[in-house]
């Protein structure tokens, strides 16, 4: 039989995950704006390196390497971006867990009745 979820329990994942998933945005926000300075770097070697008659072969390849890391910069934005609204959405429905159950949880917080077995409330 799974573990049952309940409201506290659902409400302190929540708030956990948002934490976490922030936490983890404001990584990969920072990580982007690394690999974006790279990226200008590596072009601006790029550009010195065949003004001093360098290879094209090796320019291309140096050009190419700037590319492919502005790439990976706006990818590792778009993540950040993806991973920002899951954080809005676990914030968003643990309000609305809140919304919808607290005064239930409230309710049999008050009750002097205990509760019964869990198993009692499930339907086959």
């Known amino acids: ?22 936490q983890g945005t404001e990584e990969h926000k920072k990580l982007a704006r690394e690999i974006e300075a790279e990226a200008r770097d590596t072009g ?5 390196i065949a003004s001093l ?3 094209t072969a090796t320019v291309s390849e140096t050009r ?9 910069s706006v990818t590792a934005l778009a993540y950040a971006t993806a991973a920002d609204a899951a954080s ?10 809140a919304r919808l159950h607290n005064g239930i949880q409230e309710a049999v ?9 869990s198993s009692w409330y499930t339907q086959e």
């Open 1 to 22: 039989m799974a573990k049952s979820l309940t409201y506290r329990a659902l409400r302190r994942e929540l708030r956990a995950l948002a934490k976490e998933v922030r």
């Open 53 to 55: 008659k360098v290879d």
């Open 64 to 72: 190419e390497v700037s590319r492919i890391m502005r790439g990976l």
């Open 109 to 117: 917080d008050r009750s002097p009745v205990p509760m019964a077995n």
């Open 44 to 48: 601006r070697i790029a550009e010195q």
């Open 88 to 97: 809005h959405a676990a914030v968003a429905a643990d309000n609305e867990a």
